[in-house]
C-alpha cells in the first residue's frame, strides 16, 4: 500500500512537470479549494498551474500564486498573481477573493469567490472577471489515509465592453462542475481537479504550504 501511495504522488507530480512543459495547462475557471477553511489568523501560500481547453477556440495556460489569509473561523480572504497564456501571447493579471464556509456537519458546504484583472494588455481581456463557486467538499479515508474529495457548481462571468473580442477572457457567462480531490501531507496540501462544461473544460493541479 505505501509503495502505491509513492506511485501515485509520482504521477501527480509527473503530470504537474508535463503541464508546466507543453504550455498546454488552463485559465480561469478552477476551484481548487475546499470547503473548509484554514482557520483564523492563519496563513497559506498557494501555487498552481492550469489548462484549459476552450471549445473551437484553443488551449490555454494558466499559472498563477496566491496568499491565503484566515480573517475568522469561516472566512478565509484570497490575493495573488497569475499569468495566461494563449496563441503565443501572455498577460498578467492581479486576483482578490474569498471563501466562505456555509456548513460543516458531516460535509462541508462554502461559497468561493474571486475577481481577476488584468495588469498587462488589458486591451485583450474584459475590464473584470467573475469567478464563483459553491463547493461541497467531504473528509475521506482509504487504507487509513487521508483525503478531501470536493465537487460543486461554477460560473465565470466577464464584465465590460466588447467581452467578445477579448483573447484571454471567455466571452460570456460559462459554467463548470468541479472534481477534485486534496491530499494533505503535513503542511503541504496537494490538490488535482477536472472541470466539465459544454463549452470548456480544465484540469488543475495546484499545492498549498501552511507554515
Same mark, same amino acid.
Not at 475546499?34 to 496563513?43: F, H, L, P, Q, S
Given at each position: 500500500?505505501?509503495?502505491?501511495?509513492?506511485?501515485?504522488?509520482?504521477?501527480?507530480?509527473?503530470?504537474?512537470?508535463?503541464?508546466?512543459?507543453?504550455? #498546454?495547462?488552463? &485559465?480561469?475557471?478552477?476551484? @481548487?479549494?475546499?470547503?473548509?477553511?484554514? !482557520?483564523?489568523?492563519?496563513?497559506?501560500?498557494?501555487?498552481?498551474?492550469?489548462?484549459?481547453?476552450?471549445?473551437?477556440?484553443?488551449? @490555454?495556460?494558466?499559472?498563477?500564486?496566491?496568499? %491565503?489569509?484566515? /480573517?475568522?473561523?469561516?472566512?478565509?480572504?484570497?490575493?495573488? &498573481?497569475?499569468?495566461?497564456? &494563449?496563441?503565443?501571447?501572455?498577460?498578467?493579471?492581479?486576483?482578490?477573493?474569498?471563501? /466562505?464556509? %456555509?456548513?460543516?456537519?458531516? =460535509?462541508?458546504?462554502?461559497?468561493?469567490? %474571486?475577481?481577476?484583472?488584468?495588469?498587462?494588455?488589458?486591451?485583450?481581456?474584459?475590464? @473584470?472577471?467573475?469567478?464563483?463557486?459553491?463547493?461541497?467538499?467531504?473528509?475521506?479515508?482509504?487504507?487509513?489515509?487521508?483525503?478531501?474529495?470536493?465537487? !460543486?457548481?461554477?460560473?465565470?462571468?466577464?464584465?465590460?465592453?466588447?467581452?467578445?473580442?477579448?483573447?484571454?477572457?471567455?466571452?460570456?457567462?460559462?459554467?463548470? =462542475?468541479?472534481?477534485?480531490?486534496? %491530499?494533505?501531507?503535513?503542511?503541504?496540501?496537494?490538490?488535482?481537479?477536472?472541470?466539465?462544461? #459544454?463549452? @470548456?473544460?480544465?484540469?488543475?493541479? !495546484? =499545492?498549498?504550504?501552511?507554515?
Amino acid at each position: 500500500m505505501q509503495r502505491t501511495w509513492k506511485n501515485f504522488f509520482l504521477l501527480v507530480s509527473a503530470m504537474g512537470f508535463t503541464m508546466i512543459l507543453s504550455s #498546454k495547462c488552463t &485559465a480561469f475557471g478552477q476551484t @481548487l479549494t475546499t470547503a473548509e477553511t484554514i !482557520g483564523k489568523d492563519k496563513i497559506a501560500f498557494f501555487v498552481a498551474t492550469n489548462g484549459l481547453i476552450a471549445n473551437d477556440f484553443t488551449t @490555454l495556460h494558466y499559472g498563477y500564486t496566491q496568499i %491565503l489569509y484566515g /480573517v475568522g473561523s469561516r472566512v478565509d480572504l484570497y490575493a495573488g &498573481a497569475g499569468i495566461i497564456t &494563449a496563441f503565443g501571447r501572455s498577460q498578467i493579471n492581479a486576483t482578490v477573493g474569498a471563501n /466562505v464556509n %456555509l456548513w460543516n456537519r458531516g =460535509v462541508a458546504v462554502s461559497n468561493f469567490n %474571486l475577481f481577476t484583472t488584468g495588469l498587462t494588455k488589458r486591451e485583450d481581456s474584459s475590464n @473584470l472577471l467573475w469567478f464563483n463557486s459553491t463547493i461541497v467538499s467531504k473528509n475521506l479515508k482509504i487504507a487509513e489515509k487521508p483525503f478531501t474529495f470536493y465537487s !460543486g457548481y461554477s460560473f465565470l462571468a466577464p464584465f465590460g465592453p466588447d467581452k467578445t473580442t477579448k483573447l484571454f477572457t471567455p466571452p460570456r457567462i460559462t459554467k463548470t =462542475v468541479p472534481l477534485g480531490m486534496m %491530499l494533505p501531507i503535513k503542511k503541504t496540501a496537494i490538490f488535482v481537479e477536472y472541470n466539465y462544461g #459544454k463549452k @470548456l473544460q480544465a484540469a488543475s493541479l !495546484g =499545492v498549498s504550504y501552511t507554515p
